[in-house]
């Protein structure tokens, strides 16, 4: 039985203050919270503060990106050991911002997804096609190709425990969710896709979608049976926002 997971991708937003501030919130709101996995990605820059602040509590403190390299001449880059040490889980790749403004590939993200599982951390895969994309009626074809950079080069074994995240870049930051309908159908093709590799993997990989989730919009998207809890960005900044989409995917998955 999969468990939803509801990650906050912070971005580049926050300050010391900020960091305390939420996670304080975040901890009074979610205090009793069962049933849903929760986790947090502020900037690298505060993963140690946001781990400390985190202490005993059930949410999980995850990270934003990590670099293919393990250690060297690699400026400016985190590796997956170094997010261990400091006690994150899941590790978001691929994001579309990433995939945008840094040209990384599927061949690279994949490598990363490698890296990831290497070190035993969790990868929060994220994939999803464009505005124009989605209009040429190719959402199945680059999603597939995606998830394929990853299947193809490690086998649908590197899913068992992993988190895909589906997030239609049309919908990101735009206040235009996908509706649950679309966005259940293109879950159940993902899962779909993997399951011609191996059912048992695809019955357990974790979905979650990402897009403009909110307070007021999570029920009815975690009512849908492929949709495993969601990556929040903007009402991710907000904790009383932020609680009602986690409780949301605990009450549609009890
Ligand atoms: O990683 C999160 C996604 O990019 C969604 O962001 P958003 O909730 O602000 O649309």
Redesign the pocket.
Known sequence: MRHPLV?G?W?LNGNKKMVSDLIDGLRKELNAVQGCGVAIAPPVMYLDQAQQALADSQIVLGAQNVDVNLSGAFTGEVSAEMLKDIGARYI?IG???RRTYHKESDEFIAKKFAVLKEAGLIPVL?IGETEAENEAGKTEEVCARQIDAVLESQGAAAFNGAVI?Y?PIW?????K?ATPAQAQAVHKFIREHIARKDAKVAEQVIIQY?????DKNAAELFAQPDIDG???????LKADAFAVIVKAAAAAKA
């Open positions: 990650m991708n971005k978001i994001h579309s911002e994220c995240a997030e919908a990101i930051g735009t206040g969710s990402g897009g403009s989730v909110n969601a990556l929040v960005g903007g009402a991710s």
